[in-house]
């Protein structure tokens, strides 16, 4: 996707924000921040959190395969503040090992499994985490990942089977075959127990598993003939009741809904009338109703009307909430416990070179024109990057050790080498008593607090779903003079499925022992098999404004299309006494306080402070099994600052328009390869622009990857100067159990022309370097 630029001449309000905000590029440096794996019945759900907001876009392919690229968004971050990080999975059986890394195909994150899983994907409530469902590798542990206590279920309804034409032979579970070695009779076979989170309640074409794709000049595969429907459908049947009797709801949903993706056999009416119940037991009450009405509809005269009217006149009415069923009262237990550790080694070295070449015409009268050469190696540096991850865990306590540091070292200039430690905490959470505490440098999880800081957090759950929380300490700005100490509670009702959650929290900073933000504020959160939610309103006290209000939300429809939305408006930077500065004339904070007052101090930074505003909408919809078509639309702007004593008052920017279209391929040429292709047009107050874009991975024989990427963009403005960038590069990776290898090239050639000048420049890069990772 293409980021929003600001022309020029409204470059000030980039770079007063960038001042402002001191140590921006050090802070969004780290994304990722570490992955959880829960065993949920025959599933297991694996979170990956982040370090900061993330919007999730979409992802591909959407069902199974051995590389999963998720595509997201992180507000606020800049193209030049990305490095790339990887996280691996934590020691589990789980499900396959895996490792995550960002970013890759330009604003994807990858994760890349050992063995081939099927997934279903969405993002977390808390806005801050994505979650992947993927089945249970067979004979998995049970106490090597968490097990969510069992609830007590109704009696497991009945199928009532219409009456075959012929008797028809059961057949046994499909054996698990690639893909693209898939022999015709089954190619509605899937890998052995792919479990997604739902599917959808009117059978379409999409819904069976994906066709092998077709060999390069190979025959058709043949139709599937009746016998062989009839004997694919009794066994996705047959699967989906013994998965019901194992209390297995959204297996038997998955395996219902092949069965009703197949043309219509003996099992469809049954199938049909049980896929309902089986969404009312697992709390769907809406999609039940959608199912119960679609059997009276195509059976008015079937064997089951009469209990399908029974179920659905017992249904909860609109708007009432259904009970939810009790849990089973046992006690917990402790389990074998061992401690595990796993995290990663890597070391990358960059170089870069430019090259710039500047055309000026002859000032009248004169002929000869003036050109001025510059060539420089502008980036020589190697960055090491350190994770190491610790854990003990049983049936009742959780423990965990977090250490994530980075080092630069800059050859061209030392004195601008850095390490920073973005995380070494210790945190320990216990089931019985309902504790949670964390202890050192973390990054925020909600609460109104807005940076990585050095400190406490505690939870305690007094209540079933209830939760109250207690946060203190400093704020890590690595480049900041300032010292900001802070403390704030807050109260979590926490979401269930279908049901709305909530955070309300009060927060207090001092920066060098003066009141800096003073703020409540409330989180809201909602998920159901098809949507998230999430919700933030951050109001200052103190300044008397708001900070945030956001709002973004996700859902995907039964064909599998996934819509997005994003509204946000918030300070920025948030409400502070450092956005007084660029006013004070020199002065630090505590002088400007000792002459001309705090008071006055806060109108100039409430003065100094713009407001920035964005809408974001958009889709992604599976045209067919290899393409994903996706559209959105973007509206941006930063407004005007008011004038103080010293800084007149500056214009806003205007509202930037940004329309893009992209098309993800998966499976084109081999199994797991990925083409991404975009475009985008962008509409400024002063300018326009277009840029294409277009990326391939290839993945040879599970060990080699190769990148392939292609930009293109140009503007022009109402200056009549006219920019034209085309930024090639070649990524190659190879891995050596436990070892990574990368190395990548790339080139930017910019070309700009305008009324008083033209500017040629050319800059190559090289990057290489190794991840080691510690499992």
Known sequence: MAQLQLHPRYGWAALLSATLSLSAASVWAQNLERIEITRMNGTAEIRISFAKQVRYLRHTPPGAGKVLNVFVEFPGQQESEIVEETLTSPQTDLVPRFSVAYPKLGSAMAITFDAATSWEVRPGADSRSILIVVPVLRGARDFIAEVRAPVSLPPVPKAVVATPPAPTPAVPTPAATTPAAA??????????????????ATPSPTDAAPAAPATVGAPTAPAMTSQEIENLAKGFHDEAMKALEERDLVRAINRFNRTLGLPPNAQTESAQAMIGEVRELNGEIAKAKAEYDLYLKLYPNGVQVARIREKLAALPKEGERPQAPARRSRPLKRGPAEWTAYG????????????????????????DFTTDKLSMTDQNALITNLDINARRRDGITDSRIVVREANTHNFLNSSRSYSRLYSAYVEQSDRELGYFVRAGRQTPMGGGVMERFDGLNVGYNFADHWRVNGVAGNAVEFMSPYKKDFYGISIDMQPQPEQFGFTGYVIQQRMDGFLNRQAVGLETRYFDMNSTLYGMLDYDTLYKG????????????????????????????????????????????????????IQQVRADAKALTATSNMLAIGLTHPWSPHWMLGADYRAASISSTEATATIPAM??????????LQAIGNNLLETNDVGVINTSYIKGSTYNGLALGGNYVYLYKDSWRFDVALRYYTQNDDQDQKQERISPSFKIGYRWEPVTLEAEIGTENVMIDGPFSSE??????????YRLDLR
């Open 760 to 769: 040629r420049s050319n800059r190559r890069y090289l990057f290489l370097g």
């Open 183 to 200: 022999p015709a009779t089954t190619v509605a076979v899937t890998p052995p127990q792919p479990v997604p989170v739902t599917a959808p």
């Open 546 to 597: 708001i900070n945030i209000a956001m709002l973004q939300g996700n859902y995907r429809s039964d064909d599998g299309t996934n819509y997005f939305t994003y509204i946000d408006h918030r300070k920025t930077p948030p409400y502070g006494l450092t956005s007084a500065l660029p006013g004070l004339a020199g002065l630090s904070i505590q002088d400007a306080i000792n002459t001309l007052g």
């Open 651 to 660: 214009p806003g920017s205007g509202t930037n328009h940004v329309i893009s």
């Open 344 to 367: 990663s080694l890597a070391q990358y070295y960059y170089t870069g070179k430019s090259q710039i070449e500047i055309t000026t015409p002859p000032p009248p009268g004169l002929l």
